[in-house]
Nanobody, 119 residues
């Protein structure tokens, strides 16, 4: 089995920073894309940022220039550095990893981390 364990959420004032971490463990042959999604109350889950092999990154327009995704391939860990946070960034943040197990690819999700930005 594969587990994604997140850490780093919390409450911060507008303009502040937070860093989320997500570590994957278990029966992993390799990991393709790792990413962060978020879901605000009453809204659909949306992609925030994704990274492939530590080189290619993709960001939602709403977070470009403020958030940075990075990855430690050796530790199977992905990070999301969030700067200049705004109240509209308030959401539950989920990490996602596409994992290769025995030749097949599977999607796994973290448990979710609450990020609350006060105005």
């Amino acid at each position: 089995q594969v587990q994604l364990v997140e850490s780093g959420g919390g409450l911060v004032q507008s303009g502040g920073s937070l860093r989320l971490s997500c570590a994957a463990s278990g029966s992993i042959f390799s990991i393709g894309v790792m990413g962060w999604y978020r879901q605000a109350p009453g809204k659909q889950r949306e992609l925030v940022a994704a990274i492939v092999s530590g080189v290619s990154t993709n960001y939602a327009d709403a977070v470009k220039g403020r958030f940075t995704i990075s990855r430690d391939t050796a530790k199977n860990t992905v990070y999301l550095q969030m700067n200049s946070l705004k109240p509209e960034d308030t959401a539950v943040y989920y990490c996602n990893a596409r994992v290769n197990r025995r030749g097949s690819w599977y999607d796994y999700w973290g448990q979710g981390s609450q990020v609350t930005v006060s105005s």
